[in-house]
């Protein structure tokens, strides 16, 4: 294993080109935790209400995404859930692990599932919470989505744009968001290689959206992954009505949609997100 500078929890692994600052904790089956999309995400930021309860149980390996955090700032966007579901794979490898169970919200859920399907022997089961690309060609973005991806356009980045965001549409109770944790996201939605490279973005080409449109991969009705799909029932950046889909296309899919929840499942109801995620990872599969 390449690893690089550490701080005392993180550790930075080589994958490929790039560099992926990764947290690793406990023991057991390894879990690995893929966060969000939005400007100033990172792994610990978005899991830090799951960590330790997961780490109970499981090993559990939550890396900052290409794009953010201490990982390098590289995107190939001409397929970032590819390229992300790529770096997720090469970690993996990195680490010595043939095999992993996968967590993940909105954009880490899109590069989860993308994972799963191009290689399915890498991945145990997978646990998705809002997951992007979810019919994403068949209606306009939602306005939450729409100023996610406008986050960098116009005037720039922000704090009242950030903390617009994260108050009204990445969780249902704005007031429960502390002022340390939408600081913490600016500043770290402000370094000069973010604001050059945004690491999220809206697609390029036609090629590109309907390449992120997931649904639209004919691998999904096939797919062996259990899967269980939790969806905060008042998420303004993608609908839940996604659940449904998924839960339809895909042959072995739970559902569960998360009452007085956002898009922020496992920050916004953590003991809830914890025991069904404990309990899904630790069934037996059949």
Request: charge should be positive; aromatic fraction near 6%.
């Amino acid at each position: 294993m390449s690893v690089g500078e550490s701080t005392a929890e993180q550790r930075l692994v080589r994958v490929g080109a790039r560099d992926i600052a990764v947290t690793d904790r406990g023991a057991g089956e390894a879990v690995v935790l893929l966060h969000g999309g939005g400007p100033g995400a990172s792994g610990m930021s978005n899991y830090s209400r799951n960590v330790d309860a997961l780490a109970q149980r499981f090993r559990v390996i939550v890396p900052d995404l290409p794009g953010y955090g201490r990982s390098s700032k590289m995107v190939d966007q001409s397929d970032p859930f590819g390229d992300l579901a790529g770096a997720v794979g090469g970690l993996l490898d990195e680490l010595g692990l043939d095999r992993a169970h996968l967590v993940g919200n909105s954009y880490g859920g899109a590069a989860a599932l993308r994972l799963a399907l191009e290689r399915p022997d890498r991945v145990g089961r997978l646990v998705l919470m809002g997951p992007g690309g979810i019919g994403t060609t068949r209606r306009p973005p939602t306005p939450g989505l729409q100023r996610l991806l406008a986050y960098y356009g116009g005037e720039g980045p922000t704090r009242a744009r950030l903390e617009r965001f994260i108050r009204e549409d990445l969780v249902h109770d704005g007031s429960a968001v502390a002022a340390e944790m939408i600081e913490e996201r600016y500043r770290a939605s402000i370094d000069p290689e973010v604001v050059a490279n945004p690491p999220l973005r809206r697609p390029a080409s036609l090629r590109t959206l309907l390449r992120m449109d997931l649904l639209r991969d004919k691998r999904l009705s096939r797919t062996a992954t259990p899967t269980l799909v939790l969806w905060g029932t008042h998420d303004k950046v993608n609908r839940p009505s996604g659940g449904r889909l998924l839960a339809e296309r895909m042959p072995h899919c739970d559902l569960y949609l998360v009452a007085g929840a956002g898009h922020w499942v496992q920050w916004e109801r953590p003991a809830l997100f914890n025991s069904l995620t404990t309990t899904f990872l630790s069934e037996e599969s059949t």
